[in-house]
């Protein structure tokens, strides 16, 4: 799941920043708006058999989930993990009541306004590959597949992450080699399962609110063949990816996109050819779909993350996919709650790498470089596990190694949650960001201010500071949480507004909204400026921005600050920073 083993030999500060191409169209919804999706991934559970291989033990614990991740963070999508395992436990059946119990939990968050990446999520490939001593174990592929093979016991040697045994583990590698050959059938019996299953879920969900389906999780070679990684991508993974199109559009899926992820390892900084950059333009029908953890921090870097850290990383994510000519989505990212040297730095890590996702530029550069700032990233945070600290997995079916901790996986504890709490700053978790824009884009940028302890704690640092040029924008927002979106009209009218999500920490009537469209200080449930619940949310709120009648083209600015401090905001403060902020746009 995670790839960052390899920076075990090298510090990966940051990788250089290529030139920017022309960004590629954004996805839109049926009122054609820009739409960003912000949630997680739901979640590792999947991974483990004491769970079904599902990521809930049941519908009402999915429906509670569903419930309290709208609430909290605002999240409008989730990555859904589901098992080769658990559709297809023996060759010749399909497990259609597991298909019915992940179609069940699926619903309760597309019932709740919150879309859903299917994922067919495996890492090492195989938890039946691994001794019941072993250190390490893996998911995805059932029994009867490995048994068809001829493998080597395992062993990944003086191995310190899990990551590891994709490089180092014989059995692992031989396992994944022939399966990207197609030994035994086994890749054909893959796309039989995944036809099955897609035909069968196609009428059990709401396709409407479904993303589309990302076919392999972390795809890794299992050898090379003297090759280079680009070259077999174009020789083993795309042709793979083009079969699995293939039974998407058999199944009834053809609407929706492949979400296609590169190899695993294209962006660690290890030298790894890949991303997809010898595959030619993959078009709408697919999604460049990627995933970013931060190696170096994670192993030898004892640096701390801050304002910037990460937009070069997210920014080669975004120039990729502009050059495949499809959308980019980063359904992976995050970092360890515990348990490694860099846990402690986590908060900060997890802040830095959603100010990369909203912008192309830090936020000491955005004021004075907002014209560079788009596109918003979509993405997926690694993860959320309800049952986080209180699982009870047998590690590798044995009795005498019983995992409790974390994840229970491998050693590992990314969930943002356990024990029906967040763990992280709520400020990190739940942001404003542009969830529909109606037209483009320009720019977008937040202050979250959260501070860089677990839970609220430790200290608070603005990244995003504005200018001394603009003295009455930058005394509005000093000390507060903010956020600026500029966005322009299309040439045909827009028939719904551009919606923000506005996070649980700006109360409606202490927010501050300066705009073309107006100033308001609390923002009212009706006119050009208004709140109203996030769909299927109790207390969630998005903030919406009616240009209803503008001229195709035209320019358009948001400032949107938390003014939770103070019982009211002068007008003569809201004129000044209105004028400063209309100047500034237009010079955009």
């Not at 559009?249 to 790894?272: C, H, K, M, Q, R």
Request: hydrophobic fraction near 45%; include cysteine; charge should be neutral.
């Amino acid at each position: 799941m995670r790839a960052f083993f390899l920076a075990l030999l090298l510090v990966v500060a940051g990788l250089a920043a290529p030139a920017r191409p022309a960004a590629a169209a954004a996805p839109t919804d049926t009122h054609g708006r820009e739409i960003v999706l912000r949630g997680f991934n739901v979640s590792g559970s999947t991974k483990l058999y004491e769970n079904g291989l599902l990521p809930f033990r049941s519908t009402a614990d999915a429906a509670a989930a569903a419930a309290q991740m709208r609430d909290l963070t605002g999240a409008n999508a989730i990555r859904f993990l589901i098992s080769w395992e658990g559709v297809q436990p023996a060759r010749d059946r399909i497990d259609t009541g597991y298909l019915d119990r992940a179609a069940d939990q699926i619903r309760q968050f597309t019932d709740r306004g919150i879309r859903v990446l299917l994922d067919w999520h495996q890492d090492l490939y195989s938890s039946h590959l691994f001794d019941p001593d072993s250190w390490y174990t893996g998911d995805g592929a059932p029994k009867w597949v490995i048994d068809a093979g001829t493998y080597p016991d395992e062993s990944c040697g003086i191995c310190l992450l899990w990551g590891q045994n994709m490089m180092n583990n014989g059995a692992v590698r031989a396992a994944m080699y022939d399966f990207w050959r197609n030994r035994h059938g086994v890749q054909d019996a893959y796309l039989t399962q995944a036809r099955a299953a897609l035909t069968h879920l196609w009428s059990r969900v709401d396709h409407r609110m479904m993303l589309g389906v990302d076919p392999f999780n972390e795809p890794f070679d299992g050898g090379l063949d003297g090759a280079s990684g680009t070259t077999w991508e174009t020789t083993w993974l795309m042709p793979f990816y083009r079969r699995f199109r293939d039974v998407m559009d058999a199944s009834g899926w053809s609407s929706l996109p492949l979400y296609a992820e590169p190899l695993v390892f294209w962006n660690t900084g290890f030298f790894e050819q890949g991303g997809l950059a010898t595959a030619g333009r993959l078009g709408p029908r697919y999604v460049f779909n990627s995933h970013y953890y931060d190696g170096g921090r994670m192993t030898l870097d004892p640096s701390a993350a801050g304002d910037g850290t990460y937009s070069a990383a997210m920014n080669r994510i975004r120039d990729r996919a502009t050059a495949l000519g499809t959308g980019a989505f980063v359904s992976e990212f995050g970092n360890a709650m515990s348990g490694t040297s860099s846990s402690s730095r986590t908060p900060w890590m997890i802040r830095s790498m959603y100010q990369g996702l909203d912008s192309r530029v830090s936020g000491a550069s955005f004021w004075n470089g907002a014209a560079g700032s788009g596109p918003v990233l979509s993405s997926t945070q690694w993860h959320w596990d309800v049952y986080s600290g209180r699982h009870r997995e047998l590690m590798n079916f044995n009795p005498d190694k019983v995992q409790t901790t974390g994840d229970a996986w491998n050693g590992e504890d990314h969930s943002v949650i356990a024990n029906g709490a967040l763990r992280l700053d709520r400020r990190v978790l739940d942001r404003l960001f542009p969830s529909a824009v109606a037209g483009t884009t320009v720019a977008f940028a937040y202050e979250d201010l959260a501070r860089d302890g677990f839970g609220g704690a430790g200290r608070q640092q603005a990244w995003l500071t504005v200018p001394s040029r603009l003295p009455a924008i930058a005394g509005l927002v000093a000390g507060r949480q903010y956020g600026v979106l500029v966005w322009r009209e299309p040439a045909t009218a827009p028939t719904a507004p551009t919606e923000l999500h506005l996070p649980g920490s700006f109360p409606s009537a202490r927010t501050v909204v300066v705009s073309d469209l107006g100033a308001v200080a609390g923002v009212p449930a009706s006119g050009p400026i208004a709140v109203a619940t996030e769909t299927g949310a109790t207390t969630a709120r998005r903030l919406l921005l009616d240009a209803t009648g503008s001229a195709p083209g035209r320019v358009h600015v948001a400032l949107v600050v938390n003014a939770a401090d103070v019982a009211s905001v002068p007008a003569a403060t809201l004129t000044a920073a209105r004028t400063e902020l209309l100047a500034w746009a237009a010079a955009l």
